[in-house]
């Protein structure tokens, strides 16, 4: 009989090694990084070119090898991490299996250059598809340099995978980045195509932070300490005035691993439900340190997993320490008041009511008021200056109030004819300032103001892009955001598509960006964080041709971000304008997300309500 099974070859092996842990160029920088780090390296260099598919290279200042272990290094499973199965139970370095060299050497041109601190000179060793070409004394400083050159240049099916240079390089940034805020006592400087992408000098924990998402992110920040069960949880966390759109901005470590773990995310999560909106992450950087016979780190090869042996108590800890911080709401410690002596007497009667009354007043004055147009579509309505209208103070117990309008206002009745539905609508007034109350017949009509403001915001958009573009405004004075590398290369990717969008974003260095125009109608409220929000929506898409296909998304996206949302008064001739506008609306009876814009309660269900009938 013929034999049907094989060993297969040791080069076929290692290639398909490399695919468990080579996947694109940034995976490579994360396996090299890991072991600069485990080699006590405190300055470390990334090169790369063409997003890391014709080069790679990283030096480091660690304690280097001996000519002995550099080639046994090349060998799979050759680790200076691990004696015995029992080790296993206690790792505490990054990088342990001894996979990552030999198979990233399989799959491309490489050379290892190193040197120990007490030699006179260093090993040279080139390898190119995973067989040994040369190994020869080098001088060089002591440490490590590894160079990687055309990456999957033997297994073409791989290298189709890998996506654009912009794209690429966007990853191995975010890569070093994450590297970068778990080790602020490292300095790390990353290159591509030789133009400086980051460069971080050695700091504390707060002010790698800062490189690693922006300055003004990181001034937000607010410090957790905690421990519980033996498992410790420090870092920082951010309130709800910085959030994200997607979870780029989420650092979280185990024993000084990045992870990106369902418990983790989960119980940060769960700590924020109720702080900010659904579709909302923070932005943070946490560190929990525990056991490390508690936590299993050899799930997959990536390492980018972990397996807890008490996940519940890991998952509560994390919890409890992050709303420990969220409880004491410390962004609005500014705002609060001194706290009465402890040994003074509830108010009561009157001195009750008058410290009601002074609390309201003293909160309205924290309550952003509407820009100078009127209506929350500030581009769409102009109506001049007015009063600002002051809602009527509810006591606690009573949430909310109807309304009446901050003015008599009599529009010219229109002829019947030609009314619309909403137009036609006799003002009640408004509810909890964010629901419009109307009456048609014996009708009660409920309509969601920011819901019918978008649909409204909506509609024009669409009539501006497919009559050539949307209206851009160029700002008075460009603002300069701090994006991710991820971020940036969506920019790079986008740009002009961007544009057809109304958004005008300059390279500024590295992965910063000038933000010199806005679409119009969102130009006056957080432009910038309707640009983070277009971008996470962009960094799904592959091509122009998806974008064009996701240009609805995008449209309600800024529709969206144009009108205000929660509390906002609004005048009796701004409600008409709206009211105006939807009758102008394709649509009108949903937002651009699908929910109702109105609802309706008969005479009868309310009399019913009342046991009228």
């Known amino acids: 009989m013929s034999q049907r099974i094989a060993i297969l070859p040791e080069t076929i092996t290692n290639k398909i090694a490399a695919g468990e842990v080579v996947e694109r160029p940034a995976s490579v920088i994360k396996e090299l990084l890991e072991n600069s780090l485990d080699a006590g390296a405190s300055d470390i260099s990334v090169e790369i070119a063409a997003g890391g598919r014709r080069l790679i290279r ?18 799979r499973h050759a680790t200076s991490k691990i004696r015995t199965d029992s080790d296993l139970d206690g790792i505490l370095t990054l990088g342990f ?18 040197r120990e601190t007490g030699s006179l000179e260093g090993t040279e060793i080139i390898v190119e598809g995973g067989r040994v070409k040369d190994v020869k004394a080098c001088g060089m400083a002591p440490g490590t340099v590894i160079s990687v050159e055309q990456l999957f240049f033997n297994t073409p099916a791989r290298l189709k995978f890998l996506r654009s240079a912009e794209t690429e390089t966007g990853h191995v940034g975010d890569t070093v980045a994450r590297m970068a805020v778990s080790r602020p006592d490292v300095a790390f400087r990353l290159t591509s195509d030789d133009r400086e992408m980051l460069r971080v000098q050695r700091s504390d924990l707060r002010r790698r932070i800062a490189q690693a998402v922006g300055k003004d992110a990181a001034a937000a920040l607010h410090e957790v300490a905690g421990t519980e069960g033996g498992i410790t949880v420090t870092g920082f966390i951010s309130g709800p005035q910085s959030v994200r759109s997607t979870t780029s901005a989420m650092f979280t470590y185990i024993n ?49 997993e972990v397996r807890f042996r008490r996940q519940s108590v890991v998952h509560d800890a ?20 001194p706290a009465p002596p402890a040994q003074a007497a509830p108010p009561t009667g009157q001195a009750y009511r008058e410290r009601i009354a002074a609390a309201a007043q003293a909160s309205l004055r924290f309550v952003e008021q509407p820009p100078r147009s009127s209506f929350p579509l500030a581009s769409v309505f102009e109506t ?24 008599p206002f009599h529009p010219e009745p229109a002829p019947a004819e030609s009314m619309g539905y ?18 048609s017949g014996a009708e009660l009509v409920i309509i969601d103001q920011h819901a019918a403001s978008e649909r409204v915001a909506y509609q024009r958009l669409r009539q501006q892009f497919r009559a050539g573009g949307v209206e851009s405004q160029r700002l008075l004075f460009p603002e300069t955001l701090e994006l991710s590398f991820g971020e940036a290369a969506v920019v790079g990717r986008f740009r002009e598509d961007l544009i057809r969008v109304g958004f005008d974003l300059e390279p500024f260095g590295g992965a910063t960006v000038i933000v010199a125009a806005l679409p119009r109608l ?16 962009l960094a799904a898409l592959g091509t122009s041709v998806a974008f064009d296909g996701a240009i609805d998304d995008l ?54 309500i009342f046991k009228r009938t």
């Open 318 to 337: 994390l919890q409890a320490a992050l709303e420990e911080v969220l409880r004491r709401s410390p962004w609005l410690a500014h705002h609060q008041e």
């Open 555 to 608: 449209l309600a996206r800024i529709a969206c971000h144009s009108v205000v949302r929660g509390f906002h008064p609004l005048e009796n001739r701004q409600i008409t304008e709206l009211l105006r506008a939807m009758d102008e609306t394709d649509f009108a009876a949903s937002c651009p997300h699908g929910r109702p814009v109105s609802h309706t309660i008969t005479l009868v269900e309310l009399e019913k």
């Open 384 to 407: 001049g200056p007015r009063p600002v209208p002051t809602p009527t103070v509810v006591p606690p117990g009573g949430p909310v109030s109807i309304r009446e309008p901050a003015e």
């Open 256 to 304: 000084g691993r990045f992870v990106r773990d369902k418990v983790v995310q989960h119980a940060i999560m769960q700590a924020y439900r109720g702080v900010i909106d659904r579709g909302r992450y923070p932005i943070l950087a946490l560190f929990i340190e525990l056991p490390p016979g508690e936590v299993d780190v050899n799930v997959h090869p990536t390492k980018h």
């Open 422 to 439: 909403f137009s036609a609508l006799a003002i009640i007034g408004q509810f909890h300032g964010e629901y419009l109350l109307c009456q």
């Open 58 to 75: 990283i030096t480091d200042n660690g304690h280097g090898m001996s000519r002995e272990d550099a080639l046994l290094s090349l060998e």
């Open 522 to 537: 969102a130009a006056e409220r957080d432009g910038m964080q309707l640009v983070r929000d277009i971008l996470a929506e």
């Open 97 to 114: 299996r001894g996979e990552a060299l030999p198979s990233i050497a399989s799959v491309s041109r490489f050379r290892l250059a190193t």
